[in-house]
């Protein structure tokens, strides 16, 4: 196996340091696993692909990111809340629906009956107030699916996303390669 000499500054040995503690001692590896994420990583860039990263589960409980190409996003209100729904093109070619709602607050109690007022505007409030009003806090909450075919896209979308979808990726060109 041929060796490479590879010279590290000053500098950088603290980060040298910490990527052979996260691999074991192996710095050969941590260098090549690193090659092969930013080789991919600018491949997937040069054909057109952007690093995406999205939040999933309750809060921001964790973050996940992919390389894709954004296909449609719809936001809209529901009996829940106000939602948004993103899709994209995996570099793979599967697609990723990311589904999210903000936080919540909603009435509880004998609150809850005066939370219809709310649609009526302030002065529906006006001189309503009670000291036992209660809210309820329910945090922002976000999934993730990631779906190979299209027909799979149908159950996890709103259905004015899914005909956009369907449009965008039906009338998607065909690249072609010339080696001109």
Known sequence: ???????????DLPLLQRAQELT????????????????????????????????????????????????????????????????????????????????????????????RKWSTGWRGWIGDWSPDQAWMRTPAQATFAVVDTVEELEPLLPAELYVLALQTIRDEPVVEDLDI
């Not at 196996?1 to 500098?11: F, G, H, Q, V, W």
């Not at 409980?61 to 993103?86: C, I, N, P, Q």
């Open 1 to 11: 196996m041929p060796n490479k000499t590879i010279y590290i500054a000053d500098d």
């Open 24 to 115: 074991g001692g192996n710095l050969s590896g941590a260098i090549v696993t690193a090659l092969r994420r930013l080789v991919a990583t600018e491949e997937a860039k040069t054909a057109g692909y952007d690093e995406i990263t999205v939040k999933v589960g309750l809060g921001s409980s964790s973050v996940k990111r992919f390389l894709g190409v954004a296909l449609g996003e719809w936001t809209g209100s529901s009996v829940d809340g106000d939602e948004t729904y993103s899709l994209f093109r995996t570099a793979k070619g599967r697609f990723a629906v990311h589904h999210s709602r903000p936080e919540l607050h909603t009435p509880t109690g004998s609150n809850a009956e005066r939370s």
